[in-house]
């Protein structure tokens, strides 16, 4: 029997747009991130998407969505959205843009609507898991849907860690 799963904003907001989406529940992990979830769901780190929440330098929010096992360079995001510079977003900021605590970051459903740019090679995987807006709790779908329902600019700002 399958366990049940929170309704969550960005359930609500997928369930809105009649979006076809799984929802699979693991146990959270502080600082543990894709490694964990994606170990947890017995799934590669690479089809976990991290939403990430980063700001320019005037402050204007926007979401960033990447391959778990790679990392932004935030110097070619910048260059790609147009924008001076960007940064991550202090957790504090980021739940006020989002709705969301850290860890639980959904790109679906958020307090505001807030720009979503995504590593363009994420629209070609035929299933995806992202966050659900709780901790512990993802989404899967495919890359295509992801980008129907979202409308990224697609970027190419990967990096592998420790580059």
């Not at 609500?12 to 693991?26: E, K, V």
Request: charged share 20%.
């Amino acid at each position: 029997m399958a366990a049940k799963f929170p309704v969550t904003a960005g359930v609500r907001w997928l369930r809105a747009q009649r979006a076809g989406f799984g929802g699979h529940l693991y146990p959270y992990q502080e600082h543990g991130g894709t490694a964990v979830s994606a170990a947890e769901l017995g799934v590669d780190e690479h089809i976990v998407i991290k939403t990430l929440v980063m700001e320019d330098d005037q402050s204007r929010p926007l979401i960033i969505l990447m391959h778990g096992d790679r990392e932004v360079s935030t110097r070619e995001l910048a260059r790609q959205a147009g924008r001076r510079s960007v940064a991550p977003c202090r957790p504090e900021v980021a739940e006020r843009h989002t709705g969301y605590q850290v860890g639980g970051t959904s790109p679906f459903g958020t307090r505001k609507p807030l720009p979503v740019f995504a590593e363009a090679g994420i629209e070609a995987l035929p299933l995806l898991y992202i966050n659900g807006g709780k901790r512990g709790f993802l989404v899967s779908l495919s890359g295509a849907d992801l980008w129907r329902l979202l409308r990224p600019q697609a970027v190419n700002v990967a990096r592998t860690p420790g580059e």
